[in-house]
């Protein structure tokens, strides 16, 4: 199965999950920036399969390389060998810690900020919003993930599956379901933790929760924030009425943030 039709799959269950058990019952169904996000989910998913798929192309090629003796990248290989399993969890651990590394400068250094404010554009939180984001951010990601994968080598099918499942944990995440994961959240990331993420006031700090699957890292690196009796008041970021509503002036809004707004 394609990464195309998991995503589909995934996204489709959780429609069903937020239609039947709502968090939120008074948010709508067909809320709007829906039709937004669901190109989002096409464009930003088609985006990513490519960049994952040259991940897993480029480890394959090194696998190859190999078995056949030659040396076309340096070697390492921690992971050859070694159970799916194992390099399932090695891939997650060490790809979910570059991500929490970058989503943190994303929030600390004003350029990138300016491209990251697309996806906290999001006021009203369902499993939609989690493509919502600008594309170059997917580049930045994904192509910090080459340098230590490829060092690590091992088989490309536990790098497809880190690649599903964390698209699941983050639609999952963002999903518009109220359901505790208990003890658990010490270590993954939840609908309830990550709500705080996305709160648009100052409350805990301005950036807070940059976990995507695991939120351990928030908690070792003191940056986890929530209150566990109470939601966020509002969700968005300060200002964020400058954010254009229409997706190309979205996409150009972090060229051209201080004239795009004053059009919006
Ligand atoms: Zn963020």
Partial sequence: MSYLSWLLLVSGSFAVIEFLKPARKAQPHLRPQLTNDLFYLVFNGH??????????????????????????????????????????????????????????????????????????????????????????????????LYIPLLFLGGEPEPLFAVAVFATAWGHFNHANFDVGIGPLAYLFNSPRMHLWHHDSSSEGGLGKNYGIVLSCWDYLFRTAYWPKDREPGRLGY?????????????????ALPSKVAEDG
């Fill in 238 to 254: 300060p200002h964020d009425d400058e954010m254009p509503r229409d997706i190309p002036r979205q996409m150009l809004f972090p």
């Fill in 47 to 144: 985006l990513w399969a490519v960049l994952t798929g040259g991940l897993i192309g480029a480890l394959a090629t090194r696998t190859d390389s190999l078995m056949k003796g030659a040396s076309v990248f340096p070697t390492v290989d921690l992971l050859t060998g070694k159970s799916l399993i194992v390099q399932f969890v090695v891939y997650l651990l060490i790809s979910d810690f570059l991500q929490w590394c970058v989503h943190n400068l994303l929030h600390r250094v004003p350029f990138l900020w300016n491209f990251h404010k697309v996806h906290h554009s999001i006021h009203q939180m369902d499993w939609a919003g989690n493509f919502r984001f600008h594309w170059m951010e997917l580049v930045v990601y994904k192509s910090l």
